[in-house]
């Protein structure tokens, strides 16, 4: 299992930007893809972005395409999620999340990640 410890969360007002951190503790940290999901009160986990292990190949939720960006510093044992142009429906708690896969590998379903991070709250404000 890989210790995930996410940052970078915050309150921010309508079409603020911020920039969410997942370092890693897994030693071969390019052999998983990374992915961040979001879960707002109420509502069922859902996924926003993932990367493959080298980082050539991302994905992203249409609610989130154009806005946000995944990206990854293997060298760091870190992930990224640049948030721009947030909206109040943004808010939630986000979550990181490492699945051991093939390369060129970018899964979408929470249930394929075996480690989670512990969250951190993004709140947009109208």
């Known amino acids: 299992q890989v210790q995930l410890v996410e940052s970078g969360g915050g309150m921010v007002q309508t079409g603020g930007s911020l920039r969410l951190s997942c370092a890693a503790s897994?030693?071969?940290?390019?052999?998983?893809?990374m992915g961040w999901f979001r879960q707002a009160p109420g509502e069922e986990r859902e996924f926003v972005a993932t990367i493959s292990r080298s980082g050539a190949i991302t994905d992203y939720a249409d609610s989130v395409k154009g806005r946000f960006t995944i990206s990854r510093d293997n060298a760091k044992n870190t992930v990224y999620l640049q948030m721009n142009s947030l909206k109040p429906e943004d808010t939630a708690v986000y979550y990181c999340?490492?699945?051991?896969?093939?390369?060129?590998?970018?899964?979408?379903?929470?249930?394929?990640?075996?480690?989670w991070g512990q969250g951190t709250q993004v709140t947009v404000s109208s």
């Open positions: 897994a030693r071969a940290f390019a052999l998983y893809a």
């Open positions: 999340a490492a699945d051991l896969v093939v390369e060129a590998y970018v899964p979408r379903r929470a249930g394929e990640y075996e480690s």
